[in-house]
């Protein structure tokens, strides 16, 4: 009988309702720290007003031996939780999630800026890029001064109170693996000689155009200008030096401006990618297409047309550009 009413009382302490009603219904969220031990996490039970003490917690973790498996987080209390289910979130690390979206194209700064200004990041980064790039290169063990270029675009999940340098430990790597991918599979046409040349010639690719039948013909004209040592001449270089002081207004003036990314003045490829390509950008560019063009122009419906002579690129951007007179010839074909 005994027995039975001891059995009685635990099953009573462990499934009765432990967080109170709330007014508004959304339950109550808990911050645990990484690190926390179970009293730690009893403590901030009883701050949240839950009726218990913080030794009467941890005796319950280690009764149901989960007292080594609770996990840091953000988890969220719903009204009527009981102890029972508080501690099988814990240990199961059902933490909130949230989520974050990363765009092609952005540049770190532009990652970094959107990165923070997201309500469930834990900011550990400095604001500015130089430094916040330092720090991660340095955690990551990247073999470059800096990681531009080396986020992936992607949607990422993360529980609530993750850090900063957390997620984007995880769109580097993830950049890592797709690159060596895209690298492994290359074509014969790659004019470059390093998969990190590939992914700075994929970050011009991806600020050139975002139409997929293009993609790939763009690569080819970099690819060949580059083989037989013409300036890519590639107006998103000169805008990504130009920084802060571009006002959306590309002019001639700024096509003469000394700076090693301004690929008007200065042959091959910047030192550095100028964004964070996607991963169409960096198979393209692992995959220029068989064409002899070394010119394009855009057409002003988003695809581009494609010259092999500075003759027929002159009619094109008169025609595309200028609006005078007829239409270029058809386009060869691969």
Known sequence: MAGL??????????????????????????????????????????????????????????????????????????????????????????????????????????????????????????????????????????????????????????????????????????????LAEAWEARNQRVSVGTAYEALIMASIIERETQVEQDRNRVSAVFHNRLRISMPLQSDPTVIYAMGASFDGNLRKQDLRMPSVFNTYRVKGLPPTPIANPGRAALVAAMSPDPIKALYFVAKGTGHSYFSETLERHNHAVNFYQRRIGGPPPAEATP
């Open 5 to 178: 009413l001891a059995a009685a009382t635990a099953w009573f302490w462990f499934s009765r309702p432990l967080v109170p009603p709330a007014r508004d219904g959304t339950g109550i969220e808990l911050v645990i720290p990484a690190g926390s031990a179970a009293p730690a996490i009893g403590f901030l039970l009883a701050d949240a007003g839950l009726d218990i003490t913080p030794q009467g917690f941890a005796r319950a973790a280690r009764v149901l031996e989960l007292h080594t498996q609770l996990r840091a987080g953000v988890y969220l209390l719903q009204p009527g939780d009981s102890l029972r289910t508080i501690l099988q979130k814990l240990s199961r690390g059902q933490a909130l999630q949230d989520s974050v979206t990363l765009i092609e194209g952005w540049t770190f700064q532009q990652v970094l800026k959107h990165l923070h200004a997201q309500p469930g990041i834990r900011v550990t980064l400095p604001s500015d890029p130089e430094l916040a790039g330092a720090i991660l290169v340095e955690a990551i063990g990247l073999p470059v001064p800096h990681p531009e270029g080396w986020i992936f675009p992607d949607t990422y999940f993360f529980d609530r109170g993750n850090s900063d340098l957390a997620v984007l430990r995880r769109a580097v790597r993830l950049q890592q693996r797709v």
